[in-house]
């Protein structure tokens, strides 16, 4: 029933007791998992069964949860304020004369040769105290695309999110995974042109999944780059798929994770520049979360009539994981919004700055309409 399946989840809060709530992209239904008891389980070789939420810096523990209760739901007939006014922009001057140093930073270093690319970021605080649950039925209700979650960990905070990139899903042995990147706001054409420094920017997303992969997947194919809405942005994409040579998960995600969608290339260097000139901590923004190694039964009815069902039920193990942006962490009644941007040797500093505030409606939208 609709309203058991909130109300637990508001219990679940009030007694502060870690869990998660979340939908995939283009589904219906709504899944909660429960832990317990409150204690914080750490992410050891990814061969754990259970819902990963993992930080942007991988030199920190990934948090699991346990999958002590189960549900789902999907007759939610959630009804929000229609939302998309647009706001009056208040300029926070500091915070826009930071960023456009940060940015020009990171262009004086691509020019000097140190890298290619790097994905800066920043945080906007805003004052809210509306209900974490309230702003999870905005979410759901605002962005059908995307995987839409609310996570909660006493000890680690509470977040949420409406991300428009898969990091990698992996069912049995096939696994598939995307380069997002490229930004433009969303006008209604049909046919949306692209810059160079767009295109650019996304291919070397792609190069870099094509080469992390190189040798761990057979069968590579991938997909003509195509234009994806999320909310009120598009973005480039192309997909990436092929069959797991061995099973090892937690190779793959280092391979990957952080994708230049998030970090830079190379990884190595653009994760340090990150870590020193960024003055405040990702934490949880641009790193990844979901479902790790669930477990799924599949009965195949193709087998004569009179043989035992159960013969013919297989387990598989299926790993649906996204990368944790459009996203922010509430803490009492403050929000934090995070967003970041892909800079290039032909990025506009001023440019960047606008695509940080577009991003940051994704969620400005929805505490507005929510309130
Ligand atoms: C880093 C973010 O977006 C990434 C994903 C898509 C497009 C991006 C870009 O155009 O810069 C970013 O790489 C963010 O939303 O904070």
């Given at each position: 029933m609709p309203l058991d399946f909130f109300q637990k989840i508001e219990s679940q809060l009030e007694n502060k007791l870690p869990f998660v709530a979340y939908r995939k992209p283009n589904e219906e239904m709504v899944n909660t998992i429960f832990q317990k008891d409150n204690q914080l389980h750490h992410l050891h070789d990814?061969?754990?069964?259970?819902?990963?939420?993992?930080?942007?810096?991988?030199?920190?523990?990934?948090?699991?949860?346990?999958?002590?209760?189960?549900?789902?739901?999907?007759?939610?007939?959630?009804v929000t304020k229609e939302i998309f006014q647009e706001h009056a922009e208040e300029v926070d001057v500091e915070q826009k004369s930071l960023h456009l140093n940060l940015v020009k930073k990171g262009i004086a270093e691509i020019k000097a040769g140190s890298f290619d690319k790097v994905v800066l970021s920043r945080?906007?605080?805003?004052?809210?105290?509306?209900?974490?649950?309230?702003?999870?039925?905005?979410?759901?209700?605002?962005?059908?695309?995307?995987?839409?979650y609310l996570w909660y960990h006493p000890k680690v905070g509470l977040w949420l999110g409406a991300t428009p990139e898969i990091l990698l899903t992996?069912?049995?042995?096939?696994?598939?995974?995307?380069?997002?990147?490229?930004?433009?706001?969303?006008?209604?054409?049909?046919?949306?042109?692209?810059?160079?420094?767009?295109l650019e920017e996304q291919q070397l997303v792609t190069r870099y999944?094509?080469?992390?992969?190189?040798?761990?997947?057979?069968?590579?194919k991938q997909t003509p780059t195509e234009t994806v809405q999320a909310g009120n942005l598009l973005h480039?994409?192309?997909?990436?798929s092929g069959n797991v040579r061995q099973e090892n998960l937690k190779a793959i995600i280092e391979a990957l994770h952080p994708t230049p969608a998030v970090c830079g290339m190379p990884k190595l260097e653009t994760k340090a520049f990150i870590l020193a000139e960024e003055k405040y901590n990702r934490q949880f923004y641009t790193g990844f979360l979901g479902e790790l190694n669930f477990k799924e039964e599949r009965s195949r009815n193709n087998r004569p009539r009179n043989t035992e069902n159960s013969v013919?039920?297989?387990?598989?193990?299926?790993?649906?994981?996204?990368?944790?942006?459009?996203?922010m962490q509430v803490i009492n009644d403050k929000i934090k919004i995070y967003v970041g941007g892909g800079i290039t040797k032909d990025s506009d500093p001023e440019k960047e700055w606008k695509e940080t505030v577009?991003?940051?409606?994704?969620?400005l939208k929805v505490i507005i309409a929510t309130e």
């Open positions: 990814y061969t754990e069964t259970g819902f990963v939420f993992a930080p942007f810096d991988s030199d920190s523990p990934a948090v699991l949860l346990k999958l002590d209760e189960v549900f789902s739901s999907t007759d939610l007939s959630i945080n906007i605080e805003v004052d809210s105290e509306t209900p974490p649950l309230s702003l999870f039925k905005t979410l759901l209700h605002q962005y059908k695309r995307a995987f839409c992996m069912q049995n042995r096939q696994l598939t995974t995307m380069s997002l990147a490229g930004t433009q706001n969303y006008a209604n054409d049909e046919n949306p042109q692209w810059g160079n420094k767009e999944i094509l080469n992390a992969l190189n040798g761990k997947i057979s069968n590579m480039l994409r192309t997909k990436i013919y039920r297989s387990i598989s193990k299926s790993t649906t994981l996204f990368v944790n942006l459009r996203c577009a991003k940051s409606k994704t969620m």
